[in-house]
């Protein structure tokens, strides 16, 4: 089905032919990155309808259905930065049963299962396993926050940065979730440090295929790097 035209859908038909310029078939795995209130789930989700619109299987993940247990993430302290930025994800059980059979699958008849989701981070324990299979080409559309971090960039085909600026990604956050939706808030400590570190340590805006302004989510706007 083809959705209605839309600077958002203008926009993302257009990185649906630069993704499609390089890649024309297989099992495609597309990364959408950025902060924590930036939009992901949403653009990521739209993103994947666009791309189906040329008959296209394609299948919509979170990193967020593969946190670690509460113990492990809050293991160095519930407020500490680093432990938001390294310990918030099990990447080990991302990759053995997504990442990994849905790569797979191109070369097994399509035949290997994957898992869109391995954990309920509200109830603190993992889901009840759902394995599903895909066509020999297909495409994965990951979103979430820490996806550039260098254990992981090489599993993306393409990927994307979703550039918001730090106060209205707080403001949205709040209305969100509630908490303070000032970003120099203590109680935002945890998230806006681990995020410094994140940017610093991997530098996303610079690693991802391309960077979209998602400040208007109803007009969001491609954004070229100036490397000179």
């Not at 890649?23 to 989700?45: L, N, P, Q, W």
């Not at 956050?173 to 908490?179: L, N, P, S, T, W």
């Not at 939706?181 to 400590?189: G, H, K, T, V």
């Not at 681990?194 to 954004?223: C, M, Q, W």
Request: aromatic letters at 12%; glycine letters at 8%; one cysteine or more.
């Amino acid at each position: 089905m083809r959705l209605p035209t839309t600077p958002v859908t203008t926009l993302l038909r257009e990185l649906r032919a630069e993704i499609r310029q390089h890649y024309r078939g297989g099992r495609i795995i597309v990364a959408v990155d950025g902060r924590d209130g930036a939009g992901k789930s949403t653009f990521a989700e739209t993103l994947a309808q666009v791309l189906a619109e040329d008959g296209s299987a394609v299948f919509h993940a979170g990193i967020d259905g593969f946190h670690r247990p509460r113990a492990e993430r809050y293991a160095r302290g519930r407020t500490s930065p680093e432990g938001f930025y390294r310990d918030s994800y099990d990447y080990a059980t991302f990759r053995r049963v997504l990442i990994d059979p849905f790569r797979e699958g191109y070369q097994t008849a399509a035949t290997t299962g994957f898992q869109l989701a391995a954990f309920d981070v509200e109830r603190d324990t993992p889901v009840e396993s759902r394995w599903v299979t895909a066509p020999e080409d297909a495409v994965l559309v990951v979103e979430g926050i820490f996806l550039h971090r260098p254990e992981l960039r090489g599993l993306w085909n393409w990927s994307l940065w979703l550039d918001v600026p730090i106060d209205v990604a707080f403001l949205r956050m709040a209305a969100r979730d509630g908490g303070d939706p000032d970003f120099l808030a203590e109680s935002n400590a945890r998230y806006r440090v681990g995020f410094d570190l994140y940017e610093r340590e991997a530098k996303p805006r610079v690693a991802a295929s391309a960077i979209v302004d998602n400040t208007d989510p109803a007009h969001p706007a491609r954004v070229f790097q100036d490397f000179c």
